[in-house]
T-cell receptor, first 110, second 110 residues
Framework: DGGITQSPKYLFRKEGQNVTLSCEQNLNHDAMYWYRQDPGQGLRLIYYSQIVNDFQKGDIAEGYSVSREKKESFPLTVTSAQKNPTAFYLC?????????FGSGTQLSVL | QKEVEQDPGPLSVPEGAIVSLNCTYSNSAFQYFMWYRQYSRKGPELLMYTYSSGNKEDGRFTAQVDKSSKYISLFIRDSQPSDSATYLCATLRGSYIPTFGRGTSLIVHP
């Protein structure tokens, strides 16, 4: 089954802790994205990568970091510098301008 | 000014009604327009995709783009309770980066 897998589904972060959200795709797409969604808000772009070993900051990159060492993987780290991390995080990949999304990770602060 | 503006609703309609969902966008250079459907706490799924102006129909769904007024619409005919979801409009800005509206919450009641 082709698709995008995000894990875990739920994640809890303690103050001062870094946490990493996993995103894996087997669609052979070059471009991958991370979005943050807050209640009643649209999707805000955190980081994107259009090719392996290269990534760019989106609109709200502060407090986040990413890597793109393999085509199929684009993990997102939420660092302790992100003071308001509680949100629903969505990973996506694209082909021909069409986005395909994972099922999301809900991150909450303990 | 946000690149894509969308009324968050909620929009409540009876089953069988024709639903009209709308967005405006700021940059006349935008060419690609998409509608995504998102069920609660799930990843969005691509519903309709249009390029430039005009209409596109797929079953009960019609997407319409009016570039002269920078207005995009999604019409749903014979709406069903299963259509209850959040509908996100999106376009592609520079470097083909997707940007989203806030989403409109639709409730179709039996």
């Amino acid at each position: 089954d082709g698709g995008i897998t995000q894990s875990p589904k739920y994640l809890f972060r303690k103050e001062g802790q870094n946490v990493t959200l996993s995103c894996e795709q087997n669609l052979n797409h070059d471009a991958m994205y991370w979005y943050r969604q807050d209640p009643g808000q649209g999707l805000r772009l955190i980081y994107y990568s259009q090719i392996v070993n290269d990534f760019q900051k989106g609109d709200i990159a502060e407090g986040y970091s990413v890597s793109r060492e393999k085509k199929e993987s684009f993990p997102l780290t939420v660092t302790s510098a992100q003071k308001n991390p509680t949100a629903f995080y969505l990973c996506a990949s694209s082909r021909n301008e069409k986005l395909f999304f994972g099922s999301g990770t809900q991150l909450s602060v303990l | 000014q946000k690149e894509v503006e969308q009324d968050p609703g909620p929009l409540s309609v009876p089953e069988g009604a024709i639903v009209s969902l709308n967005c405006t966008y700021s940059n006349s250079a935008f060419q690609y327009f998409m509608w995504y459907r998102q069920y609660s706490r799930k990843g969005p799924e691509l519903l309709m995709y249009t390029y430039s102006s005009g209409n596109k129909e797929d079953g009960r769904f019609t997407a319409q783009v009016d570039k002269s007024s920078k207005y995009i619409s999604l019409f749903i005919r014979d709406s069903q309770p299963s259509d209850s979801a959040t509908y996100l409009c999106a376009t592609l800005r520079g470097s083909y980066i997707p940007t989203f509206g806030r989403g409109t919450s639709l409730i179709v009641h039996p």
